[in-house]
């Protein structure tokens, strides 16, 4: 993937994903990683690692980002529903107590992390200031259970079906993403704590993949949600099941030899073709708009190397 075709993701969440699995890409190719000796070992299971941390990065920033957009919208916290409001109080209660004890933070550390929870907690009988923690997760690690719980908050019907059938209309299917979390944890930790662990090619050449489409789903499942909480849509907050992969359409734009194509989900034909990409992109966003249309775009190959959902930064 070219480093070129990074620059249209709007958030700095999304970038710095995109940009940590081409880096990730581009080491694999290395013949220090992939060699049969001790060293390639070492940098496969040092890789393995940080693979996993993208991952968990990119949630955790993408949710900072969501909560600020939550939050600069209409909705009070006496319109949340109970399961939000206790994952708003009782759960971020838990979680910075957790976070607190793992941490090393002296007093001038700690404060703005102390603010900031004391200023959501405060916020309960108006506007919302929800922390990210909200939807975050109290051990050190994030497991498949936490992303669950995130986007099940976020009305997120059956999440590992819904990431799967984004998978699928993307064209990047993934049969069982929460056994593919799992893996990647497992993996992770056996690294972490095994000196001796052996990681083979074939697994770790197929992880930046992986991580591309489960943060790919869930950040447009909860993006598209975010947007219905920003408006304070009822019809959202009474269905715990809003968000399914039913609720979306996609709009693609497509890499050809010279040229670049805006394609409809479903059509054969292309909407538009120009040599411009920017411009196609551009334009493409702009018909996306309060349509819950994703505008995803894929290389010559028709995998998926950027995506945007124009209401949520």
Known sequence: MSSSLVATVPGDSRRQFLAGLEALRLSLDSQLVSGSDAVGSFLRRGLTIVSYNLLESFISTRLDEIANYINSGLTHFIDLPDKLQRAATVDVMRFANSRMQRSR??????????????????????????????????????????????????????????????????????????????????????????????????????????????????????????????????????DINWMSSNRIQFRYVQQRSRTWAEMMEGKTRAFRVGNDKDSILREAINRARGKHQIVVVQNEVLQPIDWIYPEVP
């Open 105 to 238: 933070w002296d007093p001038a550390s700690a404060l703005p992390f102390m603010t900031s929870i004391g200023e959501s907690l405060a916020a309960s009988s108006g506007p919302l200031k929800l922390s990210p923690l909200t939807w975050q997760w109290s051990g050190s690690n994030m497991i498949a259970d936490d992303l669950h719980r995130a986007m099940r908050l976020f009305h997120v019907a059956s999440p590992w079906q819904t990431i799967e059938m984004f998978s699928n209309r993307t064209g990047h299917s993934m049969p069982d993403p929460k056994t593919t979390v799992e893996s990647l944890l497992r993996e992770r930790n056996l690294c972490a704590h095994e000196s001796s662990y052996q990681v083979s090619n074939l697994w770790i050449r197929a992880v930046p993949y992986q991580l591309q489409v489960i943060g790919m789903g869930v950040d447009i499942a909860i993006s598209v949600s975010a947007q219905e909480m920003h408006l304070a849509n009822s019809d959202f907050f009474q």
